[in-house]
């Protein structure tokens, strides 16, 4: 029997092992969904200023047409007439 039990001690030791090498694959996703989600934070950030960027000058591009309108249609007029 004493060759039984032996085989179960070091069956309990691999097991062991393997639940350890669990708690570090554990620890590595955790780290990695950390990552992720950093990254994730920043592409969001980055693409609300890029957004904010866009608009403004969609704005600015939006001011000039306004304000040279009037002369715009004339000289299309103009061209057209001709």
Known sequence: MSGDTSGVRDMATKD???????????????????????ASEDLKERQEKLSDDVDSVLDEIDDVLEENAEDFVRSFVQKGGE
Do not use: M
């Not at 708690?23 to 950093?38: D, F, I, P």
């Open 16 to 38: 062991t092992g393997g639940g350890q090498q669990k708690a570090t694959r554990s620890t590595e996703e955790v780290e990695e969904q950390a990552a992720e989600t950093q």
